[in-house]
């Protein structure tokens, strides 16, 4: 077993009552009731790791230790469980269940994988898709687990790139999004990046019924350094993504743009004021409920910007310090910074402070 892997039992028999006093504020009727919960991973001043659920009111309703970093909540379109994914190169996920006051249920990958921090579930929650790194072959994977079944995985499939990091499901509900960072990366060397200078980036569409894949789209010569994480559909083989440079400080590439089934990938022409405030570097990368506005934040540039979904479009931009988490709330886009805050940007700018920090997303389940 490798030195970053997790020892369940271990995990479990040190963390287990923590899990299971955290939960208990939960009901049934609070999960099922339609009200949004905002999920986050989080730092403690202490330390530790942990990851978060908030109510409407941006009222912490449960809070749970992690026995590292996490990166990412991915809740089921059922509205019972959240799965918290390990930051890179972390090979562990936790599932919260929202609706009982039960222990938490905690997966690995097999040996040889580690999670990227992301994962998207099927349309009617049964199965559970993974950004996965098989880091002896330097090459993707995509694995998947049955959530009908204890969250056993029971398959896996090429993201047919490397670094495959954000996942989505197309409305279709067979098609997969890929974005593939292009880094490889091994445990052996923590988060070292081992081929900076001939990483290539791609988006990648896949068939989940078999596995293959359907189209490649990969940046041009000139921008191989720039590595594609995240990502928000906007319409049915539409995405929109954010980019983070592993070039030159000095470079202006670049860094949001769309990729279209058929079409290809599109970059949108941001003007220098704008790439200088984002620093080379997106963060997190939200959509507005009705799918005319994206939000990007860069936490490095401590600048969020909204944009016109069509058109890249800068609609107006905000300075957030320390800024990176981001989620649409009807009319609210709520932001969240490693120092603790929560600020909601539209339609009046409020702050709360909270007493750790937000990791590097926020997510919303509505």
Same mark, same amino acid.
């Given at each position: 077993?490798?030195g970053?892997?997790?020892?369940?039992?271990?995990?479990?028999?040190?963390?287990?009552?923590?899990?299971?006093?955290? &939960?208990?504020?939960?009901?049934?009727?609070?999960?099922?009731?339609?009200?949004?919960?905002?999920?986050?991973c989080?730092?403690?001043?202490? /330390? %530790?790791?942990?990851?978060?659920?908030?109510?409407?009111?941006?009222?912490?309703?449960? +809070?749970?230790?992690?026995?590292?970093?996490?990166?990412?909540?991915?809740?089921?379109?059922?509205?019972?469980?959240?799965?918290?994914?390990?930051?890179r190169?972390?090979?562990?996920?936790?599932?919260?269940?929202?609706?009982?006051?039960?222990?938490?249920?905690?997966?690995?990958v097999?040996?040889?994988?580690?999670?990227?921090g992301?994962?998207?579930?099927?349309?009617?929650?049964?199965l559970?898709?993974?950004?996965?790194?098989?880091?002896? @072959?330097?090459?993707?994977?995509?694995?998947?687990?049955?959530?009908t079944?204890?969250?056993?995985?029971?398959?896996?499939? #090429?993201?047919?790139?490397?670094?495959?990091h954000?996942?989505?499901?197309?409305?279709?509900?067979?098609?997969?999004?890929?974005?593939?960072?292009? $880094?490889?990366?091994?445990?052996?060397?923590?988060?070292?990046?081992?081929?900076?200078?001939?990483? =290539?980036?791609? $988006?990648?569409?896949?068939?989940?019924? #078999?596995?293959? &894949?359907i189209?490649?789209?990969?940046?041009?010569?000139?921008?191989?350094?720039?590595? &594609?994480?995240?990502?928000?559909?906007?319409?049915?083989? %539409?995405?929109?993504?954010?980019?983070?440079? +592993?070039?030159? !400080?000095?470079?202006?590439?670049?860094?949001?743009?769309?990729?279209?089934? /058929? @079409? /290809?990938?599109?970059?949108?022409?941001?003007?220098?004021?704008?790439?200088?405030?984002?620093? *080379?570097? %997106?963060?997190?990368?939200?959509?507005?409920?009705?799918?005319?506005? $994206?939000?990007?934040?860069?936490?490095?540039?401590?600048?969020?910007?909204i944009? +016109?979904? !069509?058109?890249?479009n800068?609609?107006?931009?905000?300075?957030?310090?320390?800024g990176?988490?981001?989620?649409?709330?009807?009319?609210?886009?709520?932001? %969240?910074?490693?120092?603790?805050?929560?600020?909601?940007?539209?339609?009046?700018?409020?702050?709360?402070?909270?007493?750790?920090?937000?990791? *590097?997303? &926020?997510?919303?389940? =509505?």
């Amino acid at each position: 077993m490798s030195g970053f892997e997790l020892n369940r039992r271990d995990f479990l028999a040190g963390a287990g009552s923590l899990f299971l006093s955290s &939960l208990s504020g939960i009901s049934k009727a609070r999960a099922q009731s339609g009200d949004a919960i905002f999920g986050s991973c989080i730092k403690r001043q202490d /330390g %530790t790791y942990g990851a978060v659920l908030l109510n409407e009111q941006f009222e912490l309703i449960s +809070e749970i230790t992690l026995p590292n970093r996490g990166h990412d909540v991915v809740f089921s379109p059922l509205a019972d469980k959240a799965i918290i994914f390990a930051r890179r190169p972390g090979n562990f996920a936790v599932i919260m269940d929202l609706t009982k006051a039960q222990e938490p249920q905690i997966i690995t990958v097999p040996v040889n994988r580690h999670f990227y921090g992301h994962g998207t579930f099927s349309h009617d929650g049964k199965l559970l898709y993974a950004s996965e790194n098989d880091f002896e @072959e330097a090459s993707g994977r995509v694995g998947i687990y049955d959530a009908t079944s204890g969250f056993n995985r029971i398959g896996e499939f #090429d993201s047919f790139g490397m670094g495959p990091h954000e996942t989505l499901l197309l409305s279709d509900n067979k098609t997969l999004v890929i974005a593939n960072g292009g $880094i490889q990366t091994h445990p052996d060397y923590g988060r070292a990046k081992l081929n900076i200078a001939n990483m =290539q980036s791609s $988006i990648t569409f896949i068939n989940t019924l #078999d596995g293959s &894949l359907i189209e490649k789209h990969i940046l041009p010569n000139q921008l191989h350094k720039l590595s &594609l994480r995240h990502m928000v559909a906007i319409e049915h083989g %539409t995405i929109a993504f954010g980019g983070q440079y +592993e070039g030159a !400080k000095t470079d202006r590439p670049q860094l949001i743009g769309t990729c279209t089934l /058929g @079409e /290809g990938i599109k970059l949108w022409e941001l003007n220098d004021v704008i790439l200088s405030s984002f620093a *080379n570097y %997106t963060g997190s990368i939200a959509i507005s409920d009705d799918k005319k506005q $994206i939000a990007v934040s860069s936490p490095k540039g401590g600048l969020v910007a909204i944009l +016109e979904a !069509k058109t890249g479009n800068i609609l107006s931009t905000r300075q957030i310090q320390r800024g990176n988490g981001l989620a649409y709330k009807s009319t609210q886009l709520i932001a %969240t910074t490693d120092n603790g805050k929560l600020a909601n940007l539209r339609p009046q700018s409020s702050i709360k402070q909270f007493d750790f920090a937000f990791d *590097n997303h &926020l997510t919303v389940q =509505q």
